[in-house]
């Protein structure tokens, strides 16, 4: 008996053991990114090249086109608050498959920068394969973009990996649109885990890139029936508008585009910001945030102190970064961003 209690007792020891083995293999085994958070320098053993690559494949593009510096940032937005940062806005649609992402009204045909992407890729591709996500490196552009752009710098952490699925039916549920109200904005990005703080200092990057006429144009003429031009409009910036956005009614002259930030275009800073203050935002949902009650303190904060505004602009695009990310052994490291494996 005593014999067999102590036998037993060896047993269950043994067989502990081996449970707590087993467990650090497959710790072990999920690459070291078991834990389900991102970090910054993610492929600094896998992969060290790789923020340098796609760094060189942005300054190539934007010294070529600046727009496509904003172009980035904002693929970076619509891609996060689409069933989080996985690089589904990249996915190609498919024939005989429902539209992906890319392919709904939000994003076609104003996304711009998918070939930085690519290249970006195809780079990476050459030196690490199957090793850095497209979630990745979208992620990088976006921060490389907002350096080039606004000499803003903060430090991106990462091992994302990449979703499988991308839905055209799914964009409008959480891409905010043009028209909405700063009650209506900060519900959606509350929404995403994101504050009207937040909210606000990402909307500074409306101070870089271009809105199509369509965007605003119920802004310039026939209003509403009390105002023929939107009152929350200055006159001047109206006509000024007007002059580069021929009514729809003209017939086929298209959708032309028109910088966001007349001041300095292509500088990304808080001139934005200044602009709301004289009523001079293009868009409902950007003169909404000097207009209304709950954000306008936060629109006068970010005129006077543009250090201030970069900072919080950083930290919002990380945190934005992280929403809904998959990461160890969820989703998976494409090898074509256009293209599931
Ligand atoms: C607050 C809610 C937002 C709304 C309603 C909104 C809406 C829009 C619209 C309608 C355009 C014009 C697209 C076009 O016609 O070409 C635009 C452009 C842009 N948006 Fe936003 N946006 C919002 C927030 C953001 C955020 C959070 C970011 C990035 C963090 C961002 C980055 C940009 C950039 C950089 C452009 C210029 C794109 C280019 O030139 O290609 N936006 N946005
Ligand atoms: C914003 O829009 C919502 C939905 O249309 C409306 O209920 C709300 O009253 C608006 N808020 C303001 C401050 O205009
Ligand atoms: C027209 O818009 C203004 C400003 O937003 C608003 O105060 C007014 O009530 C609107 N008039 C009508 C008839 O909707």
Same mark, same amino acid.
């Given at each position: 008996?005593?014999?067999?209690?102590?036998?037993?007792?060896?047993?269950?020891?043994?067989?502990?053991?081996?449970?707590?083995?087993?467990?650090?293999?497959?710790?072990?085994?999920?690459?070291?990114?078991?834990?389900?958070?991102?970090?910054?320098?993610?492929?600094?053993?896998?992969?060290?090249?790789?923020?340098?690559?796609?760094?060189?494949?942005?300054?190539?593009?934007?010294?070529?086109?600046?727009?496509?510096?904003?172009?980035?940032?904002?693929?970076?937005?619509?891609?996060?608050?689409?069933?989080?940062?996985?690089?589904?806005?990249?996915?190609?649609?498919?024939?005989? !498959?429902?539209?992906?992402?890319?392919?709904?009204?939000?994003?076609?045909?104003?996304?711009?920068?998918?070939?930085?992407?690519?290249?970006?890729?195809?780079?990476?591709?050459?030196?690490?394969?199957?090793?850095?996500?497209?979630?990745?490196?979208l992620?990088?552009?976006?921060?490389?973009?907002?350096?080039?752009?606004?000499?803003?710098?903060?430090?991106?952490?990462?091992? !994302?990996?990449?979703? !499988?699925?991308?839905?055209?039916?799914?964009?409008?549920?959480?891409?905010?649109?043009?028209?909405?109200?700063?009650?209506?904005?900060?519900?959606?990005?509350?929404?995403?885990g994101?504050?009207a703080?937040?909210?606000?200092?990402?909307?500074?990057?409306?101070?870089?890139?271009?809105?199509?006429?369509?965007?605003?144009?119920?802004?310039?003429?026939?209003?509403?029936?009390?105002?023929?031009?939107d009152?929350?409009?200055?006159?001047?910036?109206?006509?000024?508008?007007?002059?580069?956005?021929?009514?729809?009614?003209?017939?086929?002259?298209?959708?032309?585009?028109?910088?966001?930030?007349?001041?300095?275009?292509?500088?990304?800073?808080? !001139?934005?910001y200044?602009?709301?203050?004289?009523?001079?935002?293009?868009?409902?949902?950007?003169?909404?945030?000097?207009?209304?009650?709950?954000?306008?303190?936060?629109?006068?904060?970010?005129?006077?102190?543009?250090?201030?505004?970069?900072?919080?602009?950083?930290?919002?695009?990380?945190?934005?970064g992280?929403?809904?990310?998959?990461?160890?052994?969820?989703?998976?490291?494409r090898?074509?961003?256009?293209?599931?494996?």
């Open positions: 008996m005593m014999m067999n209690a102590k036998i037993s007792r060896v047993v269950m020891a043994a067989q502990a053991l081996i449970v707590v083995l087993l467990l650090s293999v497959v710790k072990c085994s999920s690459g070291g990114s078991s834990s389900s958070s991102l970090r910054v320098g993610f492929y600094a053993r896998t992969c060290p090249q790789a923020e340098t690559i796609v760094r060189r494949a942005v300054a190539r593009a934007v010294s070529r086109n600046p727009g496509l510096a904003a172009g980035l940032i904002r693929m970076h937005f619509h891609d996060c608050f689409v069933r989080g940062c996985d690089g589904s806005v990249l996915l190609d649609s498919l024939p005989g !498959r429902p539209a992906a992402e890319k392919d709904n009204v939000a994003n076609f045909p104003s996304l711009r920068g998918f070939e930085v992407i690519d290249d970006a890729k195809a780079l990476v591709e050459a030196r690490c394969p199957r090793t850095v996500s497209c979630a990745d490196i992620a990088f552009a976006a921060r490389d973009s907002a350096a080039r752009a606004g000499n803003i710098w903060y430090e991106v952490p990462s091992g !994302r990996r990449d979703g !499988r699925v991308s839905l055209s039916s799914e964009v409008l549920q959480s891409i905010p649109p043009p028209f909405f109200n700063a009650t209506q904005l900060r519900d959606n990005f509350r929404r995403k994101l504050s703080d937040d909210m606000v200092a990402l909307s500074g990057s409306h101070s870089i890139g271009v809105s199509h006429c369509s965007a605003f144009s119920n802004r310039l003429a026939g209003f509403n029936a009390t105002f023929d031009q009152p929350s409009m200055d006159p001047r910036f109206a006509a000024f508008l007007r002059t580069r956005c021929p009514p729809a009614s003209s017939g086929n002259s298209g959708d032309p585009a028109v910088s966001n930030d007349f001041q300095t275009p292509t500088r990304l800073d808080n !001139r934005y200044e602009n709301l203050v004289n009523r001079r935002g293009l868009l409902t949902s950007d003169q909404t945030l000097f207009d209304s009650p709950t954000t306008r303190n936060l629109v006068i904060q970010n005129a006077r102190l543009g250090s201030n505004w970069e900072k919080k602009f950083g930290g919002a695009m990380v945190k934005m992280k929403i809904e990310v998959l990461t160890g052994r969820q989703g998976e490291i090898t074509n961003c256009r293209f599931v494996n």
